[in-house]
């Protein structure tokens, strides 16, 4: 059973930067696709970014609405990713989680993960 813990939400203006933190209990995440999911109240989960694993080559995908602002990235030896967000806009509020599928490529549907952190809020004031 793997642990995610995520950390780095906070509460920014509207044009700031916040980095997100996801650390995984694993014996390692090298092969593992891991992506960032949002959730903003009254709606649907929206998939941000999904960074796959080694035998995918580690490249990653982002959603229409946060290319160009947000960066995924990750480091394998410390066994966490991480997720860099500039240029905020109010409508990035929202819970941020991440969360793990257990092969390289990222999942079409966000049921395909294995794996959820619980979450951290992320706040954008206009």
């Known amino acids: 059973q793997l642990q995610l813990v995520e950390s780095g939400g906070g509460l920014v203006q509207a044009g700031g930067s916040l980095r997100l933190s996801c650390v995984v209990s694993?014996?390692?995440?090298?092969?593992?696709?891991i992506g960032w999911i949002r959730q903003a109240p009254g709606k649907e989960r929206e998939g941000v970014s999904c960074i796959r694993g080694s035998h995918s080559y580690g490249s990653a995908y982002y959603a229409d609405s946060v290319k160009g602002r947000f960066t995924i990235s990750r480091d394998n030896a410390k066994k966490t990713v991480y997720l860099q967000m500039s240029s905020l806009k109010p409508e990035d509020t929202a819970v941020y989680y991440c969360a793990v599928r257990r092969v390289s490529t990222c999942p079409e549907v966000l049921s395909d993960y294995d794996y959820w952190g619980q979450g951290t809020q992320v706040t954008v004031s206009s």
């Open positions: 694993a014996f390692t995440i090298e092969y593992y696709s």
